[in-house]
């Protein structure tokens, strides 16, 4: 079992940047997909950048090119930098890990551990 939790969200005006974080503790020699999801106020959650345990990356196309999704296994620790951030990114972000294929990276339903979530906040 990995427990997680996120920080770093915050608010910040459109085209401006944050990072969040998400340190797991736990069972973390497991190789554990872990992503990043986020859900707005009356939306669905989605997907939003996710790695397999091979380190194979996938991001929404809704973020390609603004948001990069990284990891430092040193630190036990999933990183997103959000770059030129947009009204449209404002929602409460989470980070998940489970054991996922790489073509079901980006599927909320096929992760199975959560962290509380962090909120991010873009203004216009």
């Known amino acids: 079992q990995v427990e997680l939790v996120e920080s770093g969200g915050g608010s910040v005006q459109s085209g401006g940047s944050l990072r969040l974080s998400c340190a797991a503790s736990g069972d973390t020699h497991s190789r554990y997909s872990m992503g990043w999801f986020r859900q707005a106020p009356g939306k669905n959650r989605e997907g939003v950048a996710a790695i397999d345990g091979d380190g194979t990356p996938s991001i929404a196309d809704s973020v390609k090119g603004r948001f990069t999704i990284s990891q430092d296994k040193a630190k036990n620790t999933l990183y997103l930098d959000m770059n030129r951030l947009l009204p449209e990114d404002t929602a409460m972000y989470y980070c998940?890990?489970?054991?996922?294929?790489?073509?079901?990276?980006?599927?909320?339903?096929?992760?199975?551990?959560w962290g509380q979530g962090t909120q991010v906040t873009v203004s216009s």
């Open positions: 998940a890990a489970g054991r996922v294929e790489w073509w079901q990276l980006l599927v909320p339903s096929k992760f199975d551990t």
